[in-house]
């Protein structure tokens, strides 16, 4: 069996890692399984990049698009010639694409205009804001694929609602947790911890990079405004997403509490987690390893695509609340957060599932 595995920005690495290590593991156990390793090039610089296939032993990708940047028309349309072209010179059995990014959509639709079937990990997540490009890429590659590999029953529930066969909805968990448990013991200080005198639960992390919270400048100094007069004697951690620091740039911002850092590779970005007093974000997948890791986090979002960490997680929703978020920040100063539970299948071996439905569909097939 032939698999052709997509990546194409930073959240998609955590993601293929132990997909990989799953492949490998069963060529050992002598299963006919095989993989040629995509990178579209999405994502292409070596923080947001580089780092990641290093620290999470992805082998080196054996084609990269360098798709780069551009317009997400420009970009789109770049990842679908070129992936076609590699999909002209490599057969495949099936095309395996991850997450929601503009490459997982690409991808997606290029593989199947050329008749060959399509799986994807991380299916049926929807947050219900049609303004988030995420979203319109996940709906987009639901509509087309053949096989579905979900992360919780709301989301295996989603695809049944788009009428997608049963029989093709695989709720296995979620592969981000399988990256951060294989990981957890290699995490390490980053290089400012000692120089910014970090200590354990003394500082929050702040992570910002969707369109809503960071393109209007005015907007995003009312949130860092907010944050930082209801930090009390905590640290803000900022590791800075190129989009954001283009808007901050224009703000000429100066705090001595909100302390902006270059983007962390894996290890150490985890270590950050693991030892905060609590997270802010707008990103998604923070949520989910805040969750396993079991540290208050507030996402600046109105809606979520991953409801199972606010429902059993330690996630709670602010929207663009600032009196909120003021009041989630202060219960957790005053260690007032909720318990949270981790979702079921969130084990560290979905990978393994993945890589066995797959194997039994494509036995099953021939």
């Not at 800075?240 to 000429?252: A, C, E, G, V, Y």
């Amino acid at each position: 069996m032939k698999i052709t595995i997509v990546a194409g920005a930073r959240p998609n690495f955590m993601k293929v890692a132990p997909i990989i290590k799953a492949i490998s593991s069963a060529q050992k156990d002598g299963k006919n399984i095989e993989y040629r390793l995509i990178h579209t090039g999405q994502h292409y610089d070596k923080k947001m990049s580089g780092d990641f296939f290093e620290q999470l032993g992805i082998p080196s990708p054996d084609a990269n698009l360098e798709c780069g940047s551009g317009t997400a028309a420009e970009q789109t349309g770049s990842i679908m010639k070129n992936f076609e072209n590699e999909l002209q010179h490599n057969n495949t059995d099936i095309v395996l694409v991850v997450g929601d990014v503009t490459s997982t959509m690409a991808c997606a639709i290029t593989a199947k205009k050329m008749n060959i079937k399509t799986a994807h990990v991380e299916a049926g997540i929807r947050s219900g804001d049609m303004k988030m490009p995420e979203e319109i890429n996940r709906i987009v590659t639901d509509s087309i694929c053949d096989l579905y590999f979900t992360t919780s029953k709301v989301a295996s529930k989603n695809l049944l609602l788009q009428n997608v066969d049963s029989g093709n909805i695989h709720m296995v968990g979620n592969t981000m947790i399988d990256t951060l448990l294989q990981n957890i013991e290699k995490i390490k200080k980053p290089d400012f911890w000692d120089r910014q005198q970090l200590k354990e639960k003394k500082y929050f992390i702040l992570t910002l990079h969707r369109p809503s919270n960071v393109d209007d400048p005015t907007k995003l100094k009312d949130i860092l405004n907010a944050i930082q007069t209801t930090s009390a004697d905590h640290q803000i951690i900022f590791p800075i997403h190129p989009r954001t620091l283009k808007s901050l740039t224009t703000l000429n911002y100066d705090s001595n509490i909100i302390r902006t850092v270059d983007p962390q590779a894996y290890h150490e970005f985890i270590y950050l987690i693991k030892n905060a007093k609590g997270i802010i974000t707008d990103s998604g997948g923070i949520t989910e390893e805040a969750t396993l890791l079991n540290i208050p986090c507030i996402t600046l979002r109105d809606t979520t695509e991953r409801p199972e960490t606010v429902d059993i997680g330690t996630n709670e929703l602010a929207g663009e609340d600032k009196n909120r978020l003021q009041f989630l920040m202060k219960k957790i100063i005053n260690n007032d957060w909720k318990i949270g539970g981790i979702p079921e299948n969130w084990d560290g071996k979905t990978s393994e599932r993945i890589v066995d439905i797959l194997l039994e569909k494509h036995m099953s097939n021939n």
